[in-house]
Each structure stands twice: as C-alpha cells, then as structure tokens.
C-alpha cells in the first residue's frame, strides 16, 4: 500500500512564506515525477510544479519565481517552498507522484496526498 501524506499549509498573510512537504510511504520500488497542483473553489485543479527524478523543474507562470519545488529521493519527500504568496494563491494543495510499486514493478501508477489547505490574506 502506498500513501502520500503532506503537511505546511495553513494561514498567512499576502507576501508570507509557507513550505509545503509530501512524504510517500509503503511498498514503493521507485519514484518518477512528483509535482504539486492546486485547487481553488470553483475551478479545476492545475499544476503548480513538477519535479523529475534527476531534478528537472516544471513551473505554472503563476508561480515562477516566487515558488521552489525540490525533493530528497532519499526520503521520498517532495517540498514547495512558497514566497511572495498572493491572495490567489489560496487553494487546496495536492501531492501527486508517478510511483512504481513492488506490487506492479513494470508500470507506474498516479498516486495523491489528501490535500493541504493554503490560505493568503489580503
């Protein structure tokens, strides 16, 4: 069984930081890309940042140059380092990770955190 469980979001105000992280756990062989959308009321989920295996970094142009995606394979652990935050910025945030499991070892499945919610005060 593999889980995603993130923690950091919460409250600040407009120009705050926060650090969001995601730990995967279970019976994982590997970890491709692990990214973080996010959801606002009323609208559809959309990407934020994506991150590869080797480091490479995809970001939303809403969010470049304020946010920094990173991760430790290490510790299957993917963080978003949240700076300059906006009232815009306000939405659920989900954990998402490509992950190949001992269980399925020749295909990798989508797997999802619970969400976080991030709110920005104006």
């Known amino acids: 069984q593999v889980q995603l469980v993130e923690s950091g979001g919460g409250l600040v105000q407009a120009g705050g930081s926060l650090r969001l992280s995601c730990a995967a756990s279970g019976s994982i062989f590997s970890i491709n890309v692990m990214g973080w959308y996010r959801q606002a009321p009323g609208k559809q989920r959309e990407l934020v940042a994506a991150i590869t295996k080797g480091g490479s970094t995809n970001y939303a142009d809403s969010v470049k140059g304020r946010f920094t995606i990173s991760r430790d394979n290490a510790k299957n652990t993917v963080y978003l380092q949240m700076n300059s935050l906006k009232p815009e910025d306000t939405a659920v945030y989900y954990c998402?990770?490509?992950?190949?499991?001992?269980?399925?070892?020749?295909?990798?499945?989508?797997?999802w955190g619970q969400g976080t919610q991030v709110t920005v005060s104006s």
């Open positions: 998402n990770a490509e992950i190949i499991a001992f269980a399925s070892p020749f295909i990798s499945d989508p797997y």
